[in-house]
């Protein structure tokens, strides 16, 4: 049985291609850490600690946790910190530190017996492979903009869009309005207001919701 050899913690900062704007603002840089776990068999497991305040504490938070629990991590079998991690429900660590740690015990216990990391979480489910589309997201600030970035990435093939709201109701109506004859009628659109609109705002743009099948 496999343990682990030892932790190193790797941090990253990515220019993004195109600013990502929400109702919380805007920024063209993510930064985070990755944690790699080496194994006794020389397998690496990797966990992406990517945190995005104000959803979650600051990256120099998560980093001080991140680090004391990485010290701890030699000599675990990971497939038994992995189920202990996942069983508990508070394991004192920020939410994007605790993710980072899953990941790369949970990559590590499921590399040893060769079997995906879906059947170690569920090895009675009867559940085969699932196909699942993954989401393009939609997040410029100017309308036509965001259109663009629509369109381009239904001509990429994507079939499903996430759309960033909450970034001023008129700009979020008119959106709506054209988003639906850009992408036509068999794309899946998907909203996220990140909590900007209120009771009232959200029951106003409900029939711009409607109108573009969301």
Same mark, same amino acid.
């Not at 993004?16 to 080496?38: C, N, Y």
């Not at 109506?173 to 794309?187: H, I, S, T, V, Y």
């Given at each position: 049985?496999?343990?682990?050899?030892?932790?190193?913690?790797?941090?990253?900062?990515?220019?993004?291609?195109?600013?990502?704007?929400?109702?919380? +603002?805007?920024?063209?840089?993510?930064? +985070?850490?990755?944690?790699?776990?080496?194994?006794? @068999? @020389?397998?690496? =497991?990797?966990?992406?600690?990517?945190?995005?305040?104000?959803?979650?504490?600051?990256?120099?938070?998560?980093?001080?946790?991140?680090?004391? /629990? $990485?010290? %701890?991590?030699? +000599?675990?079998?990971?497939?038994?910190?992995?189920?202990?991690?996942?069983?508990?429900?508070?394991? =004192?660590?920020? $939410?994007?530190?605790?993710?980072?740690?899953?990941?790369?015990? +949970?990559?590590? $216990?499921?590399?040893?017996?060769?079997?995906?990391? =879906?059947?170690?979480?569920?090895?009675?489910?009867?559940?085969?492979?699932?196909?699942?589309?993954?989401?393009?997201?939609?997040?410029?600030?100017?309308?036509?903009?965001?259109?663009?970035?629509? @369109?381009?990435?239904?001509?990429?093939?994507?079939?499903?869009?996430?759309?960033?709201?909450?970034?001023?109701?008129?700009?979020?109506?008119?959106?709506? %309005? /054209?988003?639906?004859?850009?992408? =036509?009628?068999?794309?899946?659109?998907?909203?996220?207001?990140? @909590?900007?609109?209120?009771?009232? /705002?959200?029951?106003?743009?409900?029939?711009?919701?409607?109108?573009?099948?969301?």
């Amino acid at each position: 049985m496999s343990r682990v050899a030892s932790a190193r913690l790797v941090p990253y900062r990515l220019r993004l291609r195109a600013a990502h704007s929400d109702a919380r +603002g805007s920024f063209a840089v993510r930064e +985070g850490v990755l944690l790699q776990l080496t194994d006794t @068999g @020389g397998r690496v =497991g990797l966990g992406d600690c990517a945190p995005l305040p104000p959803f979650t504490p600051p990256l120099d938070a998560c980093c001080r946790a991140l680090a004391a /629990e $990485a010290g %701890r991590l030699p +000599g675990t079998d990971p497939a038994a910190g992995f189920c202990e991690l996942m069983a508990a429900p508070d394991a =004192g660590l920020p $939410a994007p530190a605790r993710a980072a740690v899953e990941m790369a015990l +949970g990559w590590l $216990a499921a590399q040893e017996p060769g079997i995906p990391l =879906g059947r170690l979480l569920a090895p009675d489910s009867q559940v085969g492979p699932v196909r699942l589309a993954v989401n393009a997201l939609v997040d410029a600030a100017d309308v036509a903009a965001a259109l663009a970035q629509a @369109g381009r990435f239904a001509a990429e093939g994507y079939t499903v869009f996430k759309v960033k709201v909450g970034l001023g109701a008129d700009r979020d109506a008119a959106l709506l %309005r /054209e988003l639906r004859d850009r992408l =036509g009628p068999g794309a899946v659109v998907r909203v996220d207001a990140n @909590g900007a609109w209120s009771p009232a /705002e959200f029951a106003a743009m409900a029939p711009h919701l409607h109108a573009a099948g969301v």
